[in-house]
């Protein structure tokens, strides 16, 4: 079995990890960096229980090879700090049993990156990406706007 | 994860990517080359792809090239379809591709490989088929310049060890007025029924659709028919369904009687459209 040494970049931290070039990226951050925050839902790219932000664009880590992140700025829900939008979802009750919570965090913290000004049709066409089944969506909406309130 | 292991190999330029491939080839290795990946990913996880060398093109200058060059704008096969979207450089094509999968997925999701792969909707083709625009593919018989509907019947018509660098498209099509629409079985992310995209150019559509049969593609003989001015727009629609191409997919996301209901109505919202644009 063939396998490769390289470095990630991973909340800012250089990180050397060792993988078989078929790991993705979600398995190199669980298994070998022991970052599980960000979780493996359908491991196909459908539900974004697995979102991460690579060159601060949301990104499905189960949709990248580790390999593949090699040379590139990694964050998980684990290097976000104190954000607005994580105390925004405490405030606005935006989880249940917080599975697909970090994904979503990844997500609405690139969407108000990148756009402070989002309007709903922008809010819904990043979010889309994500699926919860505990909530009604609503309490995220909620929570995502009003971070982008406080702007 | 994939239950299978390969060499990773990152070429830096055209020439390293095709001698990369014949030499593994020749060892029996089986190369793939690698834009987005997603293709690989999803299906190599339920062994329905397989592998054992990854030839990454992503990092390859020519292919991630987006550029305006004097009466064309010029793609590259691995820019992603979120960075296409954002420089809106051809708005049919950012309207088109917006709609592919969802947004966090269209940061990893290429141009080349929506266009190159197995999936039967590959809707970032269909502006560039309507548009008449230029591939740029190298592979071991060198560089080739092919106008796209001479090569893409159903898929790219690409030879072993030969892989899509570019798309060129002139930039009379890329300010025509067009038209797309997506319609779904649900939702607004997933896969289409029916993907229409058209351009009206010199008075006449020219329309291309994804998600009727196994292909997306262009039809002469259904712009024909929509073009018939003459004709109601019930005449018209008529003689375009009546000249469909086969076989249209019956399957959970939606059955060929629905797909066509889905179509005929399309094809009247287009008209419709149209008719209300001088050109």
Redesign the interface.
Known sequence: ??T?MGTLNVNGESRLVTV?????LL?ALRGKLGLTGSKPGC????C?AC?VIVDG????S????A??AVGKKVTTIEGLLETPIQQAFIENFAFQCGYCTPGFIM?CHSLIEHHPDADDPTI???L???ICRCTSYIEIEQAVKSVLKKK | ????????YRPETLNEAVELFQFLDQQGKQPMFFS???EL??L??INLAYTEA?I?I?DISECKMMQVSGDQVILGSTLSL?KIEEANLFPLLTKTA?EV?????R??ITLGGNICARIFYREAVLPFLLADSKVLLIGPNGKKIVPINEIFQGQLGLEKGEFLVQIATENRFIRAPFFSVKRRQQ???GYPLITIAALKVNQQIRVGISGLCPFPFRSKEIEAALNNIGQSAEARVAGAIAVLPQPILDDVEGSAEYRLFVLRNLFFDLLVAFDRVQV
């Open positions: 079995m063939k490769y078989r070039s078929a790991d993705t398995y491991l196909n790219g459908d974004g979102t664009w949301p990104m499905k189960c949709l990248m090879l390999v593949e997500n819904k066409e990043w889309e990406s994500n | 994860m994939l239950p299978f292991d390969f060499e990773y987005g990946g997603t990913i999803t190599g996880r990854v990454d992503k979120t917006s999968a969802d947004h966090t997925a940061g990893k939702w607004d992310t």
